[in-house]
């Protein structure tokens, strides 16, 4: 736990202080995605970390968008790439 | 780590000096008891200064803690001047004469102290394992600690995360939260001490109640915390444990009110009505348990003619129950998950008359009964859910207690687990082992307490 909420630390200087995060789940995702989705709460409180693409910036966990394009992303551009694999998206201006 | 824990004994000091004063535990009763409830109590007051305090729109940072250093000195002080004035009056406690610890009295601390060493030892390694704890702990507790001591004010931002139970009572949490402040960092040593601590003052608070100048006090201590789910728990950093230690206490309490002199009797129908209180601010299980020993006491006090004695319990109910309830109107007005989409009145009256439902958890709570506690005390739940029985038929008055208490008690969760629209298998599988580990200590007690005070005419 301590290793996987270690790995949302480096978006913080990304997001604003407070408010709501949107995050892209895996379509069937498991028990060890959940933890994930739960673990990126942990670490980046006292944001909430909600399961929609509604709010203005998305964590897109490793391995989660879906291959050849995901509808989910459509009017977000990246934002970063971290080393973990997981991505940080912001809704288009 | 030094000024957390010198934010732990602030309010536990100051308690102890409130129960010196009142007179709540007597001399001849054992300081293990007495140190339990000291501790306990200044974890659950100090709980609830601190949610005042947040709710005020103090953040928990450095002017947080002089506030409140202030607020448990002064209180301190208070109730040492009370103690004083009071000392002036002789105890009538009427304290045995120790004789010198028999063989089997060794053999017995040597059991307690060898279970001892294993739990520590689980503990310590569940810890380096798992500083942050169990799922629950950071999916819930620990986030809702962090979200009290970063966010300020903005702390009720944690009530949006509908999966991390918005509306579970916060004992737990503003308690890791306020010592967080006192150290002025998020140390995963704050939630892990605390959590082992509460295991310690459980089986502190057994081996008192029993007087730990008996044998069978040692070997009680030693069967609370035998159960590997007991040890899971101490180190879990979850609620079920504070729950059960205040449930714990509060029966301790009621089963020592007929033997206590007017002014302590008085003070234990208060001091039980706290610490139930304080387990409904700790888990909603322990606002059943509210719920059920007042139904209890209300009913013994009418039959008796004796309604005061519900007063005095009431009295000292309301302060938690009153912050407990405005919490859960006012701040977080959710129903649980298990209970969070329930359906039509016609879904749940066809739940409660759906005999395959009963058998299907009778089926499951049968087997996960059999095995509670693991390998090394597999067959201990069914093993003293029978010695508290017959020591109850022989008269135990604090047997009685505790049964009559923990029967309902397992009606409440029966009747939730028959009527949660969730899977009923999961939601028992998931629950049983921890719920049954608040009632455990309670039980354990009953179940050693055959030999003691009989019932009476006087009693509840």
Redesign the interface.
């Known amino acids: 736990?301590?290793r996987l909420?270690a790995e949302f630390l480096p978006f913080v200087p990304f997001l604003p202080p407070?408010g709501?995060i949107g995050y892209l789940e895996k379509r069937g995702g498991n028990d060890d995605d959940t933890?994930t989705y739960?673990?990126s709460?942990?670490a980046l409180?006292?944001r909430?970390v909600?399961s929609r693409t509604g709010p203005e910036f998305l964590i897109v966990p490793r391995d989660t968008e879906v291959p050849g394009g995901d509808e989910r992303l459509a009017g977000f551009v990246p934002v970063r790439t971290f080393p973990t694999g997981h991505r940080l998206f912001r809704r288009a201006p | 780590m030094i000024a957390a824990l010198l934010g732990l004994v602030l309010p536990s000091a100051s308690t102890w000096l409130l129960i010196r004063a009142v007179g709540l535990v007597a001399s001849s009763e054992s300081g293990a008891l007495r140190a339990a409830l000291a501790v306990a109590g200044g974890i659950g007051f100090s709980s609830i200064t601190t949610f005042v305090f947040v709710c005020l729109g103090v953040r928990l940072g450095p002017g947080f803690v002089v506030a409140d250093a202030s607020v448990w000195v002064a209180l301190g002080v208070l109730f040492w001047r009370m103690g004083r004035s009071r000392s002036g009056s002789p105890a009538v406690d009427g304290g045995e004469v120790a004789s010198p610890p028999s063989s089997l009295d060794w053999l017995a601390r040597g059991a307690f102290g060898l279970t001892t060493a294993l739990a520590v030892a689980t503990v310590w390694s569940h810890y380096l394992a798992?500083?942050?704890g169990e799922?629950d702990a950071?999916?819930i507790w620990?986030?809702k600690a962090?979200?009290l001591f970063?966010?300020g004010d903005?702390?009720t931002?944690?009530l949006?995360?509908a999966?991390?139970n918005p509306s579970h009572p916060l004992l737990v949490s503003t308690s890791v939260a306020r010592l967080w402040a006192y150290a002025g960092a998020e140390l995963t040593a704050v939630p892990a001490v605390l959590s082992a601590l509460y295991g310690a003052l459980v089986v502190s608070a057994v081996v008192g109640a029993l007087h730990a100048r008996h044998a069978r006090a040692w070997l009680a201590g030693a069967v609370v915390l035998a159960p590997a789910v007991f040890t899971q728990l101490a180190a879990a950093q979850t609620a079920d444990l504070p729950a059960g230690l205040f449930i714990l206490l509060s029966l301790i309490m009621l089963r020592g009110v007929p033997d206590a002199d007017a002014r302590r009797r008085t003070a234990r129908w208060v001091a039980a009505g706290v610490l139930a209180s304080l387990a409904g601010w700790t888990k909603n299980e322990g606002v059943v348990f509210l719920a059920i020993t007042g139904g209890w006491i209300l009913l013994g006090a009418l039959r008796r003619g004796a309604v005061q004695r519900f007063g005095w319990w009431l009295a000292g109910a309301v302060p938690v129950l009153a912050t407990t309830v405005w919490f859960k109107v006012a701040i977080a007005p959710e129903a649980p998950i298990y209970m969070s989409d329930p359906g039509t009145v016609a879904a749940l009256v066809g739940r409660v008359f759906a005999v395959d439902r009963h058998v299907a958890i009778g089926s499951l709570v049968g087997r996960m009964a059999g095995r509670w506690g693991g390998p090394i005390a597999s067959g201990a739940l069914p093993g003293a859910m029978v010695a508290s029985v017959l020591a109850a038929v022989r008269g135990s008055r604090a047997a009685r207690f505790a049964l009559g208490v923990i029967a309902p008690l397992f009606a409440a969760y029966w009747a939730v687990w028959v009527l949660t629209p969730l899977d009923t298998a999961w939601l028992v599988s998931t629950t049983f082992d921890r719920l049954v580990c608040q009632v455990w200590p309670a039980l354990v007690l009953a179940a050693f307490s055959s030999g003691d005070s009989t019932v009476s005419r006087s009693d509840v």
């Open positions: 736990m301590a909420a407070r709501e933890r739960y673990a709460q942990y409180v006292p909430v909600l | 798992a500083p942050h799922w950071w999916a620990n986030q962090r979200f970063r966010a903005g702390w931002d944690v949006a995360i999966w991390s």
